[in-house]
T-cell receptor, first 112, second 110 residues
Framework: GAGVSQSPRYKVAKRGQDVALRCDPI?????LFWYQQALGQGPEFLTY????????KSGLPSDRFFAERPEGSVSTLKIQRTQQEDSAVYLC??????????FGSGTRLTVV | AQSVTQLGSHVSVSEGALVLLRCNYS??????LFWYVQYPNQGLQLLLK??????LVKGINGFEAEFKKSETSFHLTKPSAHMSDAAEYFC????????FGTGTRLKVLA
């Protein structure tokens, strides 16, 4: 597609609920990144894929967070047993060469 | 290790005045540096990037930034502010795993 598409745009989850956030990168972009942006903060790195390989997951805050990109295109970020501190905007970005990302509009997750 | 510091979480300028947003970085490897703009409820849009070519980088919407290795700085400037420039601006250091600053909210006064 023309840009990075993320869905849903907004998600309200009850504490303890599992959520899945989807990212559809620009067609042909090899690199895909997930970032978490808390209110009033800059984005923080979560994880990085090159094609279907997850090369870096050092930013995932706990084992409740899991990301996958099984066919090297669409990626899903899953959060199990959501907690209030998980409330944030989750940004996905893709890149053709690993430099100069194109970001999606993000998914705003609110845990109540 | 890499880090970014953005001085001034809020900056106000008059319409038509110079915009200067400050960014200092720390990097143990030759850095790639980026400026992004974020409008409310939107993702990040790349303004410009430095990837070890020319030290003065021109971006979109009239913005530019100068890489100064001796000062470890990559400040963003625009000669004349427009109302539409009001947004949040983020500096980031790469290469691939970006480290973002905490952002500077630019307000443009009529």
């Amino acid at each position: 597609g023309a840009g990075v598409s993320q869905s849903p745009r907004y998600k309200v989850a009850k504490r303890g609920q599992d959520v899945a956030l989807r990212c559809d990168p620009i067609s042909g972009h090899v690199s895909l990144f997930w970032y978490q942006q808390a209110l009033g903060q800059g984005p923080e790195f979560l994880t990085y894929f090159q094609n279907e390989a997850q090369l870096d997951k050092s930013g995932l805050p706990s084992d409740r967070f899991f990301a996958e990109r099984p066919e090297g295109s669409v990626s899903t970020l899953k959060i199990q047993r959501t907690q209030q501190e998980d409330s944030a905007v989750y940004l996905c970005a893709s890149s053709l060469d690993g430099y100069g990302y194109t970001f999606g509009s993000g998914t705003r997750l609110t845990v109540v | 290790a890499q880090s970014v510091t953005q001085l001034g979480s809020h900056v106000s300028v008059s319409e038509g005045a110079l915009v200067l947003l400050r960014c200092n970085y720390s990097s143990s490897v030759p850095p790639y540096l980026f400026w992004y703009v974020q409008y409310p409820n939107q993702g990040l849009q790349l303004l410009l990037k430095y990837t070890s070519a020319a030290t003065l980088v021109k971006g979109i919407n009239g913005f530019e930034a100068e890489f100064k290795k001796s000062e470890t700085s990559f400040h963003l400037t625009k000669p004349s502010a427009h109302m539409s420039d009001a947004a949040e601006y983020f500096c980031a250091v790469g290469p691939y795993k970006y480290i973002f600053g905490t952002g500077t909210r630019l307000k443009v006064l009529a």
